[in-house]
Every structure is written in C-alpha cells, then in structure tokens.
T-cell receptor, first 115, second 109 residues
C-alpha cells in the first residue's frame, strides 16, 4: 500500500459525458501527478500540482483539467469523453515538486471505460 | 523531442541475470529512474540515477551514462515474482516527466 488513494476504482460511462477522478496523496506529500495508461501502453504524464499550484503540464488534452485543493487532494476532470479516453488513470504523489527528482508513489488507479 | 526506447520483451530463467536497456533522445534532465509494474497493479519505484554510474539496491542495480544517452536496469538472481513490466523515466528541468514504453520481463522456471 503506497498510501495514495484513488476513487473510484472503476468508472463506466458513455461518450460525451463528464467524469471526475479523485486522488488523495500520501500524508505530507505536496505534489500530485496524474498519468494516463492505455491498454498495453506506457504511462503518459498529464499534469503535476504542487501545494495547490500547477507545476508542470504534459500531453493533457484541453478536454481534461485538474486542480489541487487546500487539503492537497486532487481531482482530474475529463469532459466530452471519447472512446479513446478509456484507460487506467493513475495518481502519484511525492514530497517535493521543485528542482530535483523525487520518488513518486502511485495510487491503485481508476479504470475508466467509455462506451 | 523527448523520447525513450526500451526493448518490448525480455525473457530469462529463474536465478539468471537480465539487463533491460533504455536509450533516450532528450537533454536537460535531472536523472533516470526505473519503475516496476505487475499486471493490474500500480507502478512502484525501483531505482534512480542522478549521476553517471551504477546504483545498487539489493538484487537490482541501475546504470546511467549521459554521454552515451543510455541507461540500464540489472536484475540479479531472478525470481518468478520479478515477472512484470519495467519502465525507465526521466524528469526534465521543465518538470515534465516522460516514461519509456516499458519492457515486459518474463521469468521462466
């Protein structure tokens, strides 16, 4: 158990819909990262937040957005869903967010299925 | 651009030593890290190289050569539980994180 929690575990929805994925980082960690992993694919970095502020952005679609709240939990919002958005979405956390690399602790993931 | 390359699959027998390579075309990064992911599970951190050279952590070692744009993960005394996918990753100065496509390791009895 990494200490990172994600809800829900599974999510099934239809094209065109909007969903919200939730992540709670490890106690004390200030950084939250979001990744997308499609079937048999690698991990695609989406976005990083550090202590409530956006720190880095990867290949995140405009239909996707995220935020980190004062209690440090984070939400990833996916809208106008398409079939290709079906994937495993991981959240990770680390103790730092600036400068040097820090080990990232991954949550169990949310499996999103778009029908 | 930023890209990493890894072999898609590697097979070895229990007790053997296996090396998983990672080559990259990128610059300006803090270091190279390695993650393990079992089927249906979450990635877990294995090792990190900030500087050139070898880092050893138990049965796992990782190596980085910035001049050769190359790194590898070395797994010794392979066990069945080592069957998993292994990803190399770099964290860039712009804080953008890039993962390789992953190498699926199969350990045979």
């Amino acid at each position: 158990d990494s200490g990172v929690t994600q809800t829900p575990k599974h999510l099934i929805t239809a094209t065109g819909q909007r969903v919200t994925l939730r992540c709670s980082p490890r106690s004390g960690d200030l950084s939250v990262y979001w990744y997308q992993q499609s079937l048999d694919q690698g991990l695609q970095f989406l976005i990083q937040y550090y202590n409530g502020e956006e720190r880095a952005k990867g290949n995140i679609l405009e239909r996707f957005s995220a935020q980190q709240f004062p209690d440090l939990h984070s939400e990833l919002n996916l809208s106008s869903l398409e079939l290709g958005d079906s994937a495993l979405y991981f959240c990770a956390s680390s103790s730092s967010g600036g400068g040097r690399y820090n080990e990232q602790f991954f949550g169990p993931g949310t499996r999103l299925t778009v029908l | 651009g930023q890209s990493l390359e890894q072999p898609s699959e590697v097979t070895a027998v229990e007790g053997a030593i296996v090396q998983i390579n990672c080559t990259y075309q990128t610059s300006g990064f803090y270091g190279l890290s390695w993650y393990q992911q079992h089927d249906g599970g979450a990635p877990t951190f294995l090792s990190y190289n900030a500087l050139d050279g070898l880092e050893e952590t138990g049965r796992f070692s990782s190596f980085l050569s910035r001049s050769d744009s190359y790194g590898y993960l070395l797994l010794q005394e392979l066990q069945m539980k080592d069957s998993a996918s292994y990803f190399c990753a770099v964290s860039h100065y712009g804080q953008n994180f890039v993962f390789g496509p992953g190498t699926r390791l199969s350990v045979l009895p």
